[in-house]
Every structure is written in structure tokens, then in C-alpha cells.
């Protein structure tokens, strides 16, 4: 069964960083492109970015309130998607979600899988 | 960025009930379009995409219709495990999301 789990959240102090983990099983992960998500606490979803398979480039395209702070990167020899955060602020407390996109010969933004989400709380 | 608005944001309903929730495109889409459930601690879970195409796996009562600006989900018979938060989405660009439309029980 496709399982995406994510790991490494915890709380830092604003400005500081942290490297989200999103592990995945049960499926190509190098076939796929992988998005970032999150959800503050009690609010709705965004899209915090994603990286394409390596079969179409590796890139990588994120939301503007985290561009320039926000990299994601990607093993594929682990099946591992990574979110690095940096310079973090209080407004980037949130659940933190990867989600899987569906195969489409391009950008799909159709998300078939998606982990349990892992919390990150920037407080001072 | 494509802006994208639910209504109603909440609502309260009884096991049976049809249920329609709408979402509307800041701009076109053409069927560049998904819904997703999220139930309390949950992960989202996709249902429909292409505007109006069942996932794999998600129940008939559970459907979706509209292309451009205008989007319907349709939920036949409400179901105890339907009361949820609903989200659309858009694909035609780098996605955004709706503010979701809670499903509690009336």
C-alpha cells in the first residue's frame, strides 16, 4: 500500500530552521513529482511547493510566501522528499503535509496520496 | 495567483440529506479542477478530479459537475462519514485551494 510518512517537525524560535523529511514506500518515488503542503491551525490548505521526478528536470516551483526561505530537494535512492526551511516565522506554524502527484506527463497537481502531516511551531 | 471561493462555508445537515457545496474560479479553468474531504485530523483525501471524474476507491453517492468558473460537488445521500471539511482545488496553475466548507451535523 503507497504510505507517505512525514517526520522532523518540533518547535523552533523564529528565524531559525528545520528540515521536514516525507519518506516514501510502496511505489516508484522516483516517477513521481512531490508537493509540500500545510495547514495553520484551524485555517485551510496551501500549497507550499513542489519538485518535479527527475525524468522531467528535478525542478522545483514554490508559493511566494515561501520562496526564497523554503527549498525542497529529493533522494530518490531513499525514496525521500525533503522540505528545508529557513529563516522561519511565527506565521509558518503549521501542520505540514507532502502529497503525491499523479503521473500525467507533466504538472497535474492531482494529489492521489498524502501523509499524516507533521506540526512545526515557530514561537519564541 | 487564481483565487478560489466556496460557499457555503458551513453547513448543517442529517444523514440522507442531498448535499451541494460551490466553489468559483477567480478566473477559467476549463476542468483544471479537484475536491478533496478532510475529516478532523486527517489527512485530505482527493474525490473528484477533472471537475467531475470519481476517484478510485471514493463512493457514487459523492459527485462533481462544472467547467469554468462554476464548480459543483454533490453528495446524494449524506453518510455519518461524510461530515468533513470539503476543499476544491484548482490545477490549472500552481494550485490554491479553497477556504473549505464544513459538513456538521445539523
Known amino acids: 500500500e503507497v504510505q507517505l510518512v512525514e517526520s522532523g517537525g518540533g518547535l523552533v524560535k523564529p528565524g531559525q530552521s528545520l528540515r521536514l523529511s516525507c519518506t516514501a514506500s510502496?511505489?516508484?518515488?522516483?516517477?513521481?513529482?512531490m508537493s509540500w503542503f500545510r495547514q495553520a491551525p484551524g485555517k485551510g490548505l496551501e500549497w507550499v511547493g513542489f519538485i518535479r521526478s527527475n525524468g522531467f528536470g528535478g525542478t522545483t516551483a514554490y508559493a511566494a510566501s515561501v520562496k526564497g526561505r523554503f527549498t525542497i530537494s529529493r533522494d530518490d535512492s531513499k525514496s525521500i522528499a525533503y522540505l528545508h526551511m529557513n529563516s522561519l516565522k511565527s506565521e509558518d506554524t503549521a501542520v505540514y503535509y507532502c502529497?503525491?502527484?499523479?503521473?500525467?506527463?507533466?504538472?497535474?497537481?492531482?494529489?492521489?496520496?498524502w501523509g499524516q502531516g507533521t506540526m512545526v511551531t515557530v514561537s519564541s | 495567483d487564481i483565487q478560489m471561493t466556496q460557499s457555503p462555508s458551513s453547513l448543517s445537515a442529517s444523514v440522507g440529506d442531498r448535499v451541494t457545496i460551490t466553489c468559483r474560479a477567480s478566473?477559467?479553468?476549463?476542468?483544471?479542477f479537484n475536491w478533496y474531504q478532510q475529516r478532523p485530523g486527517k489527512a485530505p483525501k482527493l474525490l473528484i478530479y477533472?471537475?467531475?471524474s470519481l476517484q478510485s476507491g471514493v463512493p457514487s453517492r459523492f459527485s462533481g459537475s462544472g467547467s469554468g468558473t462554476d464548480f459543483t460537488l454533490t453528495i446524494s445521500s449524506l453518510q455519518p462519514e461524510d461530515f468533513a471539511t470539503y476543499y476544491c482545488?484548482?490545477?490549472?496553475?500552481?494550485?490554491?485551494f479553497g477556504q473549505g466548507t464544513k459538513v456538521d451535523f445539523k
Open positions: 510502496d511505489f516508484t518515488f522516483g516517477e513521481y513529482a
Open positions: 477533472a471537475a467531475s
Open positions: 478566473q477559467s479553468i476549463s476542468n483544471y
Open positions: 482545488q484548482q490545477t490549472y496553475t500552481t494550485p490554491t
Open positions: 502529497g503525491r502527484d499523479i503521473k500525467c506527463g507533466g504538472d497535474c497537481y492531482n494529489f492521489d496520496y
